[in-house]
């Protein structure tokens, strides 16, 4: 009895329609003794493609959000033991 292969044209997780390649990169990091092969597709029907360029899109603010948080987050810790510093040489200075 032959052995079925895996289909080979990729489908969609969620709604199922065949999903179409936009972009192939190939890359050999450094160190690897193998390629590292990326490939970007897109799903064939109009309406999911839709709803995941929605999601991504929302993923995307959230991060850039998340990002500006963490760097105000810094810009404060480094603002208060800039002042914290400063006024313990204040402190010693005067005794």
């Not at 192939?24 to 029907?45: A, D, V, W, Y």
């Not at 839709?50 to 850039?64: P, Y």
């Amino acid at each position: 009895m032959a052995m079925k292969l895996a289909s080979p044209t990729p489908k969609c997780f969620q709604c199922g329609s065949i999903l179409i390649q936009i972009s192939k990169i190939e890359s050999h990091p450094e160190g690897s003794l193998f390629p590292q092969t990326t490939s970007i597709f897109r799903c064939s029907n109009v309406e999911c493609q839709a709803q995941k360029d929605k999601d991504e899109a929302k993923r995307m603010k959230l991060q850039e959000e998340k990002n500006e948080a963490d760097k105000n987050r810094a810009s404060q810790r480094q603002k208060r033991s800039v002042k914290g510093a400063s006024e313990i040489l204040a402190k010693h200075s005067n005794i």
